[in-house]
Each structure stands twice: as C-alpha cells, then as structure tokens.
C-alpha cells in the first residue's frame, strides 16, 4: 500500500525568507512523487515531480523538492517567499508496483496551508 | 485549450434528492477521476476510469455512480444525496501511456446537501 504524510497543516514564512513544506512517503516499489498547489476555489495545480534521476527536482514558480530515499522524504523548497506562494499544498504518491488499472492511482497527503506573511 | 471543465461550480440540495455533476476534458486523456476535498482530509478517489467503457471504485465509492460513455465525458451521479456527502468534488485527467504525468483538474464543484 502507498502513504504519504504532510506532517504540518500550516506553516508561516515571511517574505523573502526560505520555505520548506514536508512530506514523506510510503511505498512498496519506487515512488513516483508529485507537488501540487490549490489557489482559493481554484484546483489543484502541478508544480513538479519526480520519477527517476537527480534527487532535486525544479518545478513552476521557483519551487523545488529535494527527493531523499533513505529518509523516504520529498520536501519542497523554495529560496525565497512571496506573498502570492500562500495557498494550499499538496504531495502525492504512485508506487512503482503497482499494475493494471491501479497504476495510475495516486494517493494525496492532507495539504499543508502555506501562509507568507508581508 | 479549456482542459478540464467541471459543472455546476456550485449546487445545494436536499437529502434524498439525486443529481449528476458533469466533467468534460478535451485533452483525449485516456485516465479521468473523482475526488472529493474534505477539510483536514486532503482529496479522496471516490472512481476512476482508464478509458470509456471502464470504470473501477476508488477509495470511497459508496453512494455515487459513474459511466464513461466517451472519452471526454465522466459524470458523476449522486443517488440519494445525504449531508455527509458535503464537500468539494474535483475531476481530474491524466494521459495515458505511462503512470508518470500529472493530473490536470478542474476547478471543482461545491456541494451543500441540507
């Protein structure tokens, strides 16, 4: 079975500060590991993923996720904050073993509220 | 290039009162999906579907129906709404091939069963 975990439900940063949102996983085979972010009622956005090679992954927005297998991590990062970055993040996971129609499941963590503060 | 497009964006209802939440993607992707947004819960897979003629229940598949009648088409039917089925509902699209794009989602549909 295939988990993740967003272990904060929001998290602050002032402006022009770095910013890390966490997220761990859980899979049998290798991960597939995505970032996405929801605007206000707005759906979920792709920001980046990883599938295989570099551990850092760079995405939309400046964002970056640092893959990291022996802590089972994919955090996402970002230099420095702007106040246009608050919004709702979420990770997702697809394990490698997966088959069949179950190949394209991803499971979602509960999203972490990012809030830049001016 | 609309991608995915969700209707109503909003609707309240009665309990017992049945409707259909409509998903049309234009993007031929073979893969589409249901999730609801709760909050403190994140996105739940209620069905998905590989392609039209296949459907297949996701996480919490109890008291909705789906088809997929065409490839961009994937409605989503409430049988007997109840309160509990308040929420946020999101279809999503991904193309086919390998396990690895990303989903593309529509703006959502939010729902209020009184």
């Known amino acids: 079975a295939q988990s993740v975990a967003q272990p904060e439900d929001q998290v602050n940063v002032a402006e022009g500060n770095p910013l890390t949102v966490k997220c761990t996983y859980s899979v049998s085979g290798n991960p597939y590991l995505f970032w996405y972010v929801q605007y206000p009622n707005r759906g979920l956005q792709f920001l980046l993923k990883?599938?295989?090679?570099?551990?850092l992954v760079k995405g939309s927005y400046g964002f970056e996720a640092e893959f990291n297998k022996s802590q089972t991590s994919f955090h996402l990062k970002k230099p420095s904050a702007l106040v246009s970055d608050s919004a709702l993040y979420f990770c997702?996971?697809?394990?490698?073993?997966?088959?069949?129609?179950?190949?394209?499941?991803?499971?979602f963590g509960k999203g972490t509220k990012l809030s830049v503060i001016p | 290039n609309a991608g995915v497009t969700q209707t109503p964006k909003f609707q309240v209802l009665k309990t017992g009162q049945s409707m259909t939440l409509q998903c049309a993607q234009d993007m031929n992707h073979e893969y589409m999906s249901w999730y609801r947004q709760d909050p403190g819960m994140g996105l739940r897979l209620i069905h998905y579907s590989v392609g039209a003629g296949i459907t297949d229940q996701g996480e919490v598949p109890n008291g909705y129906n789906v088809s997929r009648s065409t490839t961009e088409d994937f409605p989503l039917r409430l049988l007997s709404a109840a309160p509990s089925q308040t929420s946020v509902y999101f279809c999503?699209?991904?193309?086919?091939?390998?396990?690895?794009?990303?989903?593309?989602f529509g703006d959502g549909t939010r729902l209020s069963i009184l």
């Open positions: 999503a699209s991904k193309g086919g091939g390998s396990g690895n794009q990303p989903q593309h």
């Open positions: 997702a996971v697809r394990d490698s073993v997966n088959s069949g129609a179950g190949s394209y499941q991803l499971t």
């Open positions: 990883y599938i295989t090679g570099d551990n």
